[in-house]
């Protein structure tokens, strides 16, 4: 139901109101708005050691900080979005927000007084003694339009996806027949990253090199600019949204669900989960789409579900912090379970935020000619992350899922966590890539004597960390899609905007993290053998990604152990059949045994994936 529709002509809105026809403008938002990001985010250690001058280790750890912050309101804005606001106006504000963030960066570079003077004598890129740097005042101008950019991301990070997702939700998708061929499908996720990395290589392509070639006024203008057409193009289709009511605070129905339980916590839980309390008409508008179904698994908040003296008012309703329903129960179990497989996640972001500060130094010290006139800007190696995300998405929906789905049997070929798991995998293979790399470059520097000038150009083509980045894209069309379909997936369906922060809150806590290794690595190796420091030709940062590698094993192996013992959620739907009984249809799967009334012996499974295929056009 939409937030300004009643329940009698929800219906008759329904066919106006979402589908394919609101794409353009939710994703044309979310294109630009990355656009806008990526074109200052990609270059952003460039502008922090050339422009403000800041040390190299001091530049990374700010980067990681501002990633950190930019990825940790999106929870506040996911619950900004399910409590009151909804999605619409939480990402139309924090849109907003983000652009007063843009200015202000534009500004930044376009006044002088807000920049320290340029380096006397050579090597802009290297801050030395030559070099003036930036005061705390001009440091405070660029941090609080950072913390504004910041603030902005809290808003439509958390909200974008799940309100697309939102506007095929409503409609009832087509059963597929037995033995029914149908074209290539792409799912929505796959098409939303897709349409975010396309934005992607357009910035690391031409923005960068407007920074690089032009100036940072204009290159950080032009993504001003697409930022004030986002926000333009997404206002601009607010009639055609189908936009849902918030259910009230996902936090304080967890609260309820956790002191009850604690205030029972003596209390014996009945064998029969049908003696658990039950609420159809209080948990309407929190399970439009089905009640979640109760599990076995931490049975300590069933207490919550028992009723006891005291727990009804006067009025025969229960009493929320004494008395739970099953459905918000199992809200708490699926946060609950799904926190061991969302921390997986954490290591992988630490372990890719060096692509955006070491590995940019990197090849800014490599011959970077691709003809005699014709170089390639540091930041803008990311374009081979990008296009190899984009092939990667393309040949996975287009080659690899129809194969995959005639062997396992499942509509998507893998399932979300398995897909996570193959790109944990990878992205540990093109760290160890990145550490071979580097050690070859830093063998070059040393052979040709050039330990101790940073400024030079080491005889290497920039191209040998092409491969890096390239598995690194590959990697992220596994993983990341396969982490936000899992979270929108499991998550309870009130509380899919906080789902999707807490994939944003992943990548906070990863860039935290890629602070605190790099502080650590700093701090442990300083002196002769130091591992990280300006001069890379003396460092050891093939040491340091090779201790990368190392984590990231260890976290494929947790990974997996976490994946082999979780428990999907059990859903029932509104009309009574089972999700696991309803996808068992769809794909003409009849193995799927008997299910009774209360849904009691429904199998654990994966809900099929949103395609945009099965939603039928106005």
């Known amino acids: ?282 948990d309407a508008g929190v399970s ?66 060096h692509n955006h500060s070491f590995a940019i130094q990197q090849a800014r010290t490599m011959d970077r000619r691709v003809t005699a006139s014709l170089e390639i800007p540091p930041a803008s190696m990311l374009i081979f992350s990008n296009v190899a995300m984009l092939a990667t998405l393309a040949l996975y929906d287009r080659a690899l899922v129809p194969r995959l789905r005639r062997l396992t049997g499942h509509p998507a070929g893998i399932t979300h966590l398995q897909r996570t798991g193959v790109g944990l995998a990878i992205s540990a293979v093109s760290n160890a890539v990145a550490a071979a790399v580097e050690g070859r470059r830093r063998r070059a520097a040393a052979s040709h004597g050039l330990l101790d000038e940073p400024g030079a150009t080491v005889p290497m083509s920039v191209l040998w960390m092409a491969p890096q980045y390239a598995i690194h894209g590959a990697a992220d069309a596994f993983m990341d899609v396969g982490r936000m379909e899992f979270l929108y997936d499991q998550a309870p369906e009130g509380m899919r905007s906080t789902a999707a922060a807490l994939y944003w809150l992943t990548m906070s806590a990863g860039s935290y993290m890629g602070t605190l290794l790099v502080t650590a690595v700093h701090e442990r190796t300083r002196g002769e053998g130091e591992w990280l420091q300006d001069n890379l030709n003396r460092g050891r940062l093939d040491r340091y990604y090779w201790l990368v590698v190392t984590l990231q094993v260890i976290n494929v192996v947790y990974f997996v152990i976490c994946a082999k013992l979780y428990t999907y959620k059990k859903l029932e739907t509104v009309d009574g059949v089972s999700t696991g009984e309803r996808n068992d249809i769809v794909d003409d799967q009849e193995n799927a045994g008997e299910r009774d009334e209360k849904g009691s012996d429904v199998k654990d499974v994966e809900l099929q994936p949103l395609l945009l295929s099965d939603v039928t056009l106005p």
């Open 1 to 282: 139901m939409s937030e300004e529709e009643s329940n009698d002509d929800a219906g008759e809105q329904m066919p106006q109101q979402g589908g394919i026809k609101t794409m353009p403008f939710i994703l044309a938002n979310d294109f630009c708005d990355r656009f806008a990001t990526i074109g200052f985010n990609a270059n952003l250690i460039t502008y922090l050691t050339a422009e403000m001058h800041l040390p190299l280790v001091e530049a990374s750890n700010t980067l990681t900080n501002f990633h950190g912050a930019s990825n940790l309101t999106p929870i506040v804005g996911g619950l900004i979005a399910d409590s009151f606001a909804g999605r619409f106006w939480t990402i139309a504000a924090g849109s907003v927000a983000y652009q007063l963030g843009m200015v202000g960066l534009t500004v930044s570079a376009l006044v002088p007084s807000l920049r320290p003077p340029p380096c006397r004598g050579e090597a802009v890129a290297v801050a030395g003694e030559a070099c003036q740097r930036a005061t705390p005042w001009q440091l405070l101008v660029l941090y609080l339009s950072l913390l504004c950019t910041s603030v902005g991301t809290g808003g439509t990070r958390p909200c974008v996806m799940a309100f697309g997702a939102d506007q095929f939700e409503l409609g009832k998708p087509p059963r597929r027949r037995p033995g029914e061929a149908g074209a290539p499908r792409w799912s929505f996720f796959n098409l939303y990253f897709f349409g975010v990395e396309l934005a992607k290589l357009v910035a690391v392509t031409a923005v960068v090199y407007i920074q690089e070639n032009v100036g940072w006024g204009w290159g950080l203008g032009v993504p001003t600019i697409a930022m004030l057409a986002a926000v333009t193009a997404f206002v601009a289709g607010y009639p055609l949204y189908v936009k849902m009511a918030s259910g009230g605070s996902p936090l304080t129905r967890l609260a309820q669900v956790a002191v009850a339980a604690f205030r029972k916590r003596n209390v014996a839980v009945p064998d029969d989960p049908g003696l658990l309390h039950d609420d159809k008409e209080l």
């Open 288 to 353: 439009t789409t089905g009640r979640l179904l109760h599990t076995n698994q931490l049975t300590f908040f069933d207490r919550a579900a028992v009723v006891t003296d005291g727990d009804m008012e006067g009025g025969g309703g229960a009493r929320p912090w004494r008395l739970s329903t099953v459905h918000r129960v199992e809200e708490l179990k699926s946060i609950i379970r799904m926190l061991p497989i969302w921390a997986a996640g954490i290591l992988l972001v630490t372990s890719a935020s």
